[in-house]
């Protein structure tokens, strides 16, 4: 039993590694997957899956070139180059409505990141474990709501009229003279976007942080506070830095998504006096792409998004490897 | 190097061949498919050959219902639907959508798959683009004696670009045109107290509305009502954009008002009617009297404040604000309940509130592509269309759901009418699901009895279904239906312009998006101006609007106008 452990455990990492001989090329090659068989074996089922669902699509593509009409097969359909890219870059509204989804990307990002971890760290000091669970449970409730009902509660709480809590509030307390149609000024829309998204979300974005936290180990709480830190001390040298490779990678993640700023939101709290600042991306494919049936746009536009990402994506993870982070890939 | 790349093609080449083997099995579940439908094919030619015993072997065909959304159900799950089946042995499973119609149709056509009866509302251009109907001619030549009898005078009108008829509409009119009693389209709502204080006025113009609607809010300030609100949220626009063709005194032509005489389109929403329009719920705004929120209020909020009784007044379509009506209704205070008024700018302008006798022919139910057994659903569409189906549809049983006097005229009792306003009733009976969408006549048309095809065009329900409110307010303007109040509609043979479909992403398509874009920003801003702002404003608005093709999509709907006018009268294809 001792022996079988000892052998096995000194088995797995004394692997010799400038013992082998150099072979070379191909003979080396098969080699390599004779010798790996089971893990090219478990994997081929997963590269067929990637390459099926993953890449396949990616012939779809070909509609953002063309004039696409849906009954027609591959090889009858009229192809127009790159119209639909000039359509949609060439439109008046088109540096708008990359403003706006920019703007509300950032916003989004920013704040979903330092509410998220501020929330995660505040619940990680709690001590009393019913009040922790309490303010954990009430705060990612709102994740599940659905965002039709969500706008609707938010456009509730915003308006002028008798039911308008905010401005209720607002004028009760003499902050404001008199109510404020929140969803009539176009500028406040970010705002108002960027709030209603932490509301909704920041209690799930925590989950993940808080579970960094429980990884970190507790000696250096225990070591730093021998060495006299006080707790605001302990959370900027201790769970701060131990946090620093989940929120990396989360941040390169979510840099490569940047452009999908969401649609519900937008569509459902939008109107015409906000529209300036409310129109992104989506729903400029929405009307102009998907509702007049024009798919190609709506693919060409797709194309773009993903261009960007690509490029957000890769550059992210270069600074983060020349920096010396923690990286994706 | 060299060996490196041709391992990798070589591990190329074997995913390539797992995919092949995968895709090899794609093909064969579809050849299984494609075998399947010629039996099917030849099942149903058998039977069309030996016409003498109708085939009535159980079926099950699903049908896609774009139009309304109530619960999906089976056909034969409903009483009248049973009947159907017994007559015919066909069930359909009823779908309805959830959320929005155009993305589901549109993944229909993604995917090429379709139920085998589709009434796709207004997405249906999208569906004749994608070629998913089937043509009918030689099936309506063929199976449809009664299809050729309801639509026969319309197959002109039916016929698109290729001479192809894809889809039955649902407004050919059959006997005598017979309108509607109550007001079902535009109209200037007002809350009836405000009528019944001052002694049920005769009101014609905008101006002496809206001094109406003050006169009354200035007598009762403290009550926290609203003078007048309005709708713009989604498409849901017409309550404020169509306003001015209506008080200019044209009918709902969408976009555009077309001369009488010239039939020339011309885009309204840069013209003084709309100007004059705008400048005075400006001016009502800066009383205090326009409800702000307008703007921003999505369409429930919009329902519940005119449900709330508080609002004195608002222009709309009656099928949009119909629910909040009826829950006003509900509450039994008919001075809370509204009037509809042909209001207009001036004295003598005629109003045009009410529909031209015309025929929608972008809406409608087709086969698809998809469908098994287009024979088999042809012939039940031409037995929907029997008369006798077609009184069952409308009216229900005989001494169930309706009764008949001596004179064979059609009447419901008070029970009966209470029963109809019940949905689980009309759902059990199957009015819900078969009263609308389906091959039928119009619901201006007569039987040939002389009764009237629609239960609430009869005037004998009509007058019985009135509440106490609305006779007493139907006596003080001397008039015996709502609809009386009204001018006569003029002949348009090209109405409603907004039916005529327009082409899929073509300029003239963009432009109405755009100009939308362009009056969703531009009128809030109007409206909710300091007064002398105003026409600094329309100037800016002008600029922007100007910067779209107007003439270009003028030019295209004069074309199409034309085209459905030599159509309609029979000039042309």
């Known amino acids: 039993m001792d022996n079988q452990t000892a052998a096995a455990a000194a088995g797995t990492p004394v692997v010799p590694k400038p013992s082998q001989p150099k072979v070379k090329g191909a003979k080396r090659f098969f080699k390599l997957l004779l010798k790996q ?21 990616l012939w779809g593509w070909t509609i953002a070139f063309q ?53 995660a760290v505040l619940l990680n000091e709690l001590r009393l474990i019913f009040f922790k669970r309490f303010v954990q449970t009430i705060s990612y409730l709102p994740h599940f709501i659905s ?4 706008a609707n509660l938010i456009s509730t709480a915003l308006s002028i009229d008798g039911d308008g809590i905010i401005n209720k509030v607002l004028v009760g307390l003499h902050i404001i003279p008199e109510p404020i149609m929140w969803l009539g000024i176009g500028p406040y829309f970010w705002g108002i976007l960027g709030i209603s998204e932490v509301w909704k979300d920041v209690g799930w974005n925590t ?63 939008g109107n015409g006096m906000n529209a300036e600042y409310s129109e992104n991306l989506e729903i400029f494919v929405l009307k102009y792409g998907i509702s007049m049936g024009n798919f190609s746009l709506a693919t060409a536009a797709g194309i773009f998004k993903t261009v960007v990402s690509f490029i957000l994506l890769f550059s992210a993870n270069a600074l983060a490897k020349r920096m010396g982070e923690e990286r994706l890939f | 190097m060299v060996r490196k790349k041709l391992a990798m093609l070589g591990l190329a080449l074997l995913m390539t ?57 089976d056909s034969n799950k409903t009483e009248i639907g049973k009947k159907l089946e017994e007559q015919t042995g066909v069930n359909f499973k009823l779908q309805f959508p959830v959320g929005d119609v155009n993305t589901k149709i549109g993944t229909m056509i993604a995917s090429g798959d379709y139920p085998d009866v589709l009434a796709p509302d207004t997405a249906i251009d999208k569906i004749l683009d994608a070629k998913a109907f089937i043509p009918l001619n030689d099936l309506i030549e063929q199976y449809g004696p009664n299809i050729k009898r309801v639509y026969g005078p319309y197959f002109n009108q039916m016929k698109q670009a290729d001479g192809n008829i894809y889809f039955l509409p649902f407004s050919a009119v059959v006997g005598d045109y017979l309108p509607a009693p109550t007001i079902g389209q535009g109209a200037f709502f007002i809350q009836r107290r405000v009528l019944k204080e001052f002694g049920y006025p005769k009101i014609k113009t905008l101006d002496e509305y809206f001094d109406l609607i003050k006169k009354y809010n200035d007598a009762h300030k403290s009550e926290g009502l609203t003078g007048f609100t309005s709708l713009t949220y989604d498409w ?74 508080k609002v004195l007044g608002f222009f709309d379509y009656e099928w949009e604000v119909d629910q909040a009506i009826q829950n006003i209704r509900k509450t039994g205070n008919d001075d809370l309940d509204y009037m509809p008024l042909p209001i207009v700018f001036d ?20 086969i698809t592509t998809s469908a098994k057994d287009p024979v088999r659903i042809i012939k039940f569409f031409d037995n929907m269309l029997k008369e006798e189906n077609q009184i069952m549809i409308q009216w229900g049983f005989k001494g169930e759901t309706y009764e008949v006097n001596d004179q064979g005229r059609f009447y419901l009792t008070p029970e009966q009418i209470e029963a109809r306003k019940d949905n689980a009733t009309n759902q059990k009976v199957g009015f819900t699901y078969f009263n609308y969408s389906w091959p039928m006549y119009g619901t201006a048309s007569t039987l040939s009895d002389g009764n009237a095809y629609a239960v609430n065009s009869q005037p004998e329900v009509a007058q019985a279904s009135f509440t106490e409110g609305d006779r007493n307010i139907l006596e003080k303007y001397g008039v015996r239906t709502f609809s009386e109040l009204f001018a006569a509609p003029d002949d348009r043979p090209w109405y409603p312009a907004w039916s005529i479909s327009i082409e899929q992403g073509s300029p003239a398509e963009i432009f109405q998006q755009k100009s939308k874009d362009v009056k969703l920003k531009y009128f809030p801003k109007l409206v909710l101006a300091k007064p ?35 159509k309609v009268t029979g000039t042309g294809n």
Not at chain 1, 40 to 56: A, D, E, G, N, T
Not at chain 1, 147 to 150: E, F, I, L, P
Not at chain 2, 348 to 358: E, I, M, R
């Open chain 2, 347 to 366: 004295q003598n302008t005629k109003d045009q509130y009410l529909d031209p006798n015309s025929f929608v022919d972008n809406r409608g139910v087709g």
């Open chain 2, 532 to 566: 002398d702002q105003f026409d600094a404003i329309w100037e800016e608005y002008l600029k922007e609007f100007g910067k779209l093709d107007v003439k270009g999509f003028e030019s295209t709907m004069d074309e199409l106008i034309a085209a459905k006018i030599a």
């Open chain 1, 67 to 119: 004039h696409y009409r849906p009954n027609l097969g591959m090889f009858q359909q009229e192809w127009v180059g790159l119209s639909q890219f000039k359509f949609l870059f060439s439109d008046d509204s088109f540096i708008r409505v990359m403003r706006n989804t920019l703007a509300m990307a950032v916003i989004k990002l920013v704040l979903g990141f330092v509410t998220a971890i501020t929330l």
């Open chain 1, 37 to 57: 068989k089971a893990l090219i074996c478990m994997s081929v089922p997963f590269v067929i899956w990637i390459f099926v669902f993953k890449y396949l699509p």
């Open chain 2, 236 to 309: 849901r626009t017409m309550g404020i954009f169509n306003a001015p063709m209506h008080l200019a005194g044209y009918p709902n032509d969408g976009d555009v008002i077309v001369d009488m005489a010239t039939h020339k389109a011309n885009v309204y929403a840069d013209d003084d009617y709309t100007k004059r329009w705008l400048k005075k719920l400006n001016e009502i705004n800066n009383e205090g009297l326009y409800d702000k929120s307008s703007f921003v209020n999505n369409y429930d909020q919009y329902l519940a404040k005119v449900s709330s009784g």
């Open chain 2, 17 to 73: 061949a797992s995919l092949t083997a995968c895709g090899g099995g794609g093909n064969g579940g579809k050849n299984n498919a494609s075998s399947a439908e010629p039996s099917g094919n030849a099942g149903a030619s058998n039977s069309a050959n030996n016409t003498a015993q109708e085939d009535k072997t159980p079926v099950t065909f699903t049908y896609f219902n774009a139009n309304s959304q109530v619960p999906d159900i």
């Open chain 1, 147 to 150: 965002w039709v009902v969500a």
């Open chain 1, 207 to 269: 989950i993940v942080y808080l579970a960094a936290m429980t990884m970190i180990d507790p000696s250096q709480y225990e070591a730093a506070e021998i060495d006299g830190a006080n707790r605001f001390q302990r959370i900027l040298r201790v769970t701060l830095p131990g946090l620093k490779p989940v929120i990396i990678i989360l941040l390169i993640m979510n840099l490569g998504s940047i452009l999908e700023t969401g649609f519900e939101p937008q569509y459902l709290l």
